[in-house]
């Protein structure tokens, strides 16, 4: 009895509130991949929760109690977020993403997918630190030894004045960026400090030094023959965005079933393959994909660019077919204000525009019109037009969490692979597969095929390599390390019936390439200068700069990926070959980092200035 009370004496004791704090504060280093061998973190973060709460108990403040809970708790819950945040994008969470819940909440079986057990670790504290509060709050009021109102008062200011130091940095030493680009209060309130800033004085260049950059971009390297330019001019152009799809399903065989027959079929002749091809979104996923390959432009981490600079003037590949008198289409399965669609796509060029509200919804597999019917009705719809036309497709039944129906699972999954989200990927992939291959029956059955090139791409990565054993299900599968530089690796497919064409490209390109490369074949001729991809059927060499899941300044470039550290700062950043996986020397390769951190800058220049406006006069 007595080991008992001495335990429950321990439990109750305030002090015991400090221990929690400090495990708190582990479990959140270790879910964001800090060091928490760094005790200098660990011990930081948990003194300012201490010293939170010692203050707000000795304050004699009379709603102390209820501003004690709303910060303790708004804190973990952000602590919650970033751990959530973290486990799918590889960056902490920014109050810029607090525009993207309406997004996430549309998608609530991918939310909950994201989940990690070990998160709720940091929110089961609250409880106890409610108790300790209320009594250490009675104790006080009781002692007559709360009478130092003026050390309290210092002590707070030493302790604001050093978190506001160390998230402003202002003497931008390397020591205090490494620790508040980690340590949770210095790196949210150097956050909240950049947006503020940002949101009454932005630096901006003048267009000459944004062209400056494009052009040293694009204009460094000697070009090779463009002998298919034009090949494709006059015809109808399908593009395709294919939710979640890796490269490494293209031609692959799982438990002696081909995952991607009829892509497979696509490849055999009359296409050209770029399968070195690189997802480089930000933090708006599908969004993002869309709109750095209809416009050749980079995406900001900020947020989506479709909420962000929804009405600037635009001269991607809809206005471009919109000028050669093509008619613009857009079709998704899902709701239209989904990433701001129905208010972006006119200023994309896209005129009409296709969603759940204004089609058949009695098929729907996941988050809206199964792939097979929407294809369907998007050649129902397009064979009426008199016109060529221009339809930009986005599927979405291969959509994380990857649940698909059971009458629809067609792959037969080895005993290992069952329940994971591995093998739902597996599925659901095979499914879109066989939509394709009944589009393209459609389109032979309504004499369009041989007049139509169909162009396909993924938008992003499906399986994350940082969750769900997707690094154990797929390195197993892969028979190699599984990492981002398969993870970030997606196909770009672009079939031309009747051309004769049978290429592999393997330069390596990213989603700035597609309009610079399309409009070569479709015998476009891109006037306004603001485009930040290369031709990749004329490049010599391959450039991908990142945005996120990456930190910013990373990038592919030819053979060679490159990380920048977590600090962004390039000494203690690391590169290795993306086929060896072999580390390489960082030193020759300053230069690109320059390039990727300044290829980004000026993008973000371009859409903040609106400068595409000062060359296109609708």
């Not at 009370?5 to 002090?15: F, G």
């Not at 509060?133 to 130092?148: A, T, V």
């Not at 009359?270 to 432009?297: M, P, Q, R, V």
């Not at 050649?379 to 959509?399: A, G, N, R, Y």
Request: aromatic share 14%.
């Amino acid at each position: 009895m007595k080991i008992l009370t001495k335990a429950r004496e321990l439990i109750l004791d305030t002090k015991m509130l400090a221990l929690l704090l400090i495990l708190k504060v582990v479990v959140y280093y270790c879910l964001i991949d800090v060091n928490i061998l760094d005790n200098f973190l660990v011990l930081a973060s948990a003194l300012l929760f201490w010293g939170l709460f010692i203050g707000l108990t000795k304050s004699r403040f009379k709603y102390k109690f209820p501003v004690f809970f709303v910060i303790y708790a708004f804190f973990s819950i952000i602590m919650f977020a970033d751990t959530m945040y973290f486990n799918y994008y590889n960056q902490t969470v920014s109050i810029q993403q607090v525009y993207q819940v309406s997004n996430v909440a549309k998608v609530p079986s991918s939310f909950v997918a994201t989940l990690i057990p070990a998160s709720f670790f940091i929110l089961w504290d609250i409880p106890f630190a409610i108790y300790y509060f209320r009594k250490e709050s009675k104790r006080n009021k009781d002692s007559e030894k709360n009478n130092n109102g003026k050390r309290r008062i210092y002590t707070c200011l030493i302790s604001v004045s050093l978190i506001l130091f160390l998230a402003v940095n202002p003497f931008q030493n390397i020591f205090v960026k490494k620790i508040n680009s980690v340590e949770f209060f210095s790196n949210h309130i150097r956050d909240i400090v950049e947006v503020s800033s940002d949101a009454f004085h932005k630096e901006l260049w003048e267009p000459q030094e944004v062209l400056e950059v494009v052009n040293a971009s694009t204009e460094e390297e000697p070009l090779i023959e463009d002998t298919l330019e034009g090949i494709a001019k006059g015809k109808n152009l399908i593009v395709i965005q294919l939710e979640a799809y890796q490269n490494f399903l293209i031609g692959s065989t799982y438990n002696e079933q081909v995952l991607t027959p009829n892509i497979n079929a696509l490849l055999e002749q009359d296409s050209i393959y770029f399968n070195n091809y690189y997802s480089t979104i930000g933090k708006g996923n599908t969004a993002d994909a869309e709109f750095s390959t209809l416009n050749s432009l980079y995406p900001v981490i900020d947020g989506e660019s479709y909420r962000l600079y929804t009405e600037n003037t635009y001269n991607g590949l809809p206005w471009q077919l919109k000028e050669e008198g093509y008619a613009t289409y857009g079709f998704h399965g899902n709701e239209p204000s989904f990433w701001n669609r129905e208010n972006a796509y006119p200023y994309q060029g896209i005129d009409n525009f296709y969603h759940s509200e204004n089609l058949d919804a009695s098929d729907v597999i996941g988050l809206g019109v199964s792939d097979s019917s929407m294809f369907r009705q998007m050649v129902d719809i397009v064979k009426e037009e008199e016109k060529p036309f221009f339809s930009f497709v986005v599927s979405l039944t291969s959509h994380h969490p990857y649940e698909m129906p059971k009458e629809h699972c067609e792959l037969e999954i080895l005993p290992e692979d069952e329940g994971s989200k591995f093998s739902g990927y597996l599925q659901a992939i095979h499914y879109t597969d066989k939509a394709i291959g009944e589009l393209v029956a459609s389109l032979k059955e309504n004499g369009l095929y041989e007049d139509t090139v169909i162009a396909l791409y993924g938008d992003h990565h499906g399986l994350n390599c940082t969750m769900d054993d997707n690094d154990v299900y797929v390195g197993r599968y892969l028979n190699k390390d599984y990492g981002y530089e398969e993870m970030l690796k997606v196909p770009c497919i672009i079939h031309i019936p009747g051309s004769g064409v049978n290429k592999t490209v393997s330069t390596l390109g990213c989603m700035v390439d597609f309009l610079p490369t399309v409009a070569s074949l479709m015998g476009l001729d891109i006037e306004q200068p603001y485009i930040m991809g290369q031709n990749l059927l004329t490049a010599e060499h391959g450039f991908a700069a990142f945005t996120a899941y990456l930190f910013d300044g990373s990038f592919a470039y030819d053979d060679v990926m490159f990380h920048i550290s977590r600090e962004g700062i390039f000494e203690g950043s690391k590169a290795w070959n993306r086929h060896t996986l072999e580390e390489v020397a960082i030193d020759e390769y300053k230069e690109e980092y320059e390039k990727a951190v300044e290829l980004k800058a000026a993008s973000e220049q371009i859409m903040e200035q609106d400068l595409i406006a000062d060359y296109v006069n609708r």
